[in-house]
């Protein structure tokens, strides 16, 4: 007894990635493609600017993208600081079936790309390019907490079948340093899958999830019997007892094998899209209190 297909994604974009993976979860397909199709829609659209095509590059004008997906069995694929590819989500998942390894960095990743058939092609929008000109007018580099609601796309999902899957995908903080590679490409960290227990994810300033692995943190709680709310809750207490914070935002989105969501945010902003044979919402999450 199972209670997918349901798919669930990070921030107001997360309503287009449930679109794309709802066509194929209502249809009866894998909770694999549907999330890479999730993450997909949102790689290409370059409306949203910290995903994929359109995706503000760093401090030197370089648009770098780091993707993770990971499948029901725990097989992960990522890539990191990969340049001049459309779907990063899509080479991670040849990273995860076609090689041994579980990601591919910088130029490896873009020669595996390229080798693999994926097109070379400029990721540097016209309008983000102009943002990265502005940025560079001020000396230091800051990330502001939802300076707008479209940070990296996570995508959960559980197929009719009850297997669960993950993916996601960014391009990372803006005006990050050359390099730089967050939690989103990092398994346990920006994801993490767990067949038999829940799938999670988390976003924002990616260096609060890499310290904490909060994704893995997440679902050894659901694993140990919590809920995925108190799942989420924890993790973002832990974050915020054990690290300096300032004014970043980290938020968090887990489903479990029941098919029940939890979300939570160390500040108010986060949102997260949910998809079931009943609704297709937007919803705000909840967070810690300020
Ligand atoms: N977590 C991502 C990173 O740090 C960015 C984001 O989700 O806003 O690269």
Redesign the pocket.
Known sequence: MTSGPLVVSTWNHGRAANEAAWALLSEGGDSLDAVEAGARAVETDPSFT?VGFGGLPDREGEVTL?ALIMNHEGDCGAVSCLREVRHPISVARKVMEDTPHVMLTGKGALQFALEQGFEREDLLTEYAEERWRKSLENEDFKPIANVEDH??VGVLALDASGRLAGACS?S??AG?MSGRV???PIAGA?LFVDGEVGVAC??????L?MRALSSFFMVQLMRDGASPQEACEQAIRRVVEKQDIGDSQLGVLALDIQGRVGSYAIREGFTFATRTPVSDVVNPSSHQAQ
């Not at 988390?202 to 260096?207: D, I, K, L, P, Q």
């Open positions: 910290s780091d940070d990296t960014t990372g903080l990050k967050g939690d989103s920006g988390a976003t924002g300033v990616g260096e999830a």
